[in-house]
């Protein structure tokens, strides 16, 4: 009997220990510096972190399936006062030659010169940047807002409203400068755009998907 009494405990111990394990684990765990808080927002202007701001792009192919590529290096500035958020704006610039995609081939394609003389049928070579500059603010929600403003790609501008949303601010322990982010997504028509390549077989509609990080001047 002491045996089995001896064993018993021992396995309530070991239960015991085991329950406890998740609560210690979370317990430890380190606060991430980024948090979901408006209030940790400051008044001021802020530049885009070209190492961690990214411009991801969809498109349908020939009806299969999409896919997907990014533009990375985003530089610009965003003007921002939390007492006063629909006041707002940001300019930022898109370096559209550097853009990244799965396959070097679709790549060359995209950077390629039009045949004989002619019109490219994406970016062409040495493509200027792309450029948003926001003409308006308009709160949505605690944390979400419309940001209207003016597209310039290919030489061509035309209106967009992206879809933001603020996604965390906190000193960045790396350089200890205070760092908001946001996401944001749109959906415009390349054709719009003078970009008209294999439509309907490649989609005219192309979604947006945009993660960005700014640190405070």
Known sequence: MKFNLKTKLA???LASAALAAPVIAQDDAPTLPGQMAVSRITAGTYTADPLHT??????NHFGFNDYFGIFGGVEGTLQIDPSNLS???????????????????LKDHLLRAGEDGGEPDFFGPSPAPARFQSTSVALTGE?????????????????????????????NP?????????????????????????????????????TAAFEKQ
């Open 174 to 210: 790396m350089n200890s400068k205070l760092t908001v982010g946001f996401e944001g997504t749109t959906t415009i028509q390349r054709s719009n755009f003078g970009i008209d390549a294999f439509i309907p077989m490649v989609s005219d509609e192309v979604e947006l998907d945009i």
């Open 11 to 13: 396995a309530a111990a």
């Open 87 to 105: 006041a707002a704006s940001v300019d930022v610039t898109i370096p559209v030659a550097d853009v990244t995609v799965a396959a070097q081939g």
């Open 143 to 171: 944390t979400t807002a419309n940001i209207a403003g003016n597209l310039t790609l290919n030489g061509v501008t035309r209106p967009v409203v992206v879809a933001a949303r603020f996604t965390g601010a906190g000193a």
């Open 54 to 59: 990214l411009v991801g792009f969809r498109v």
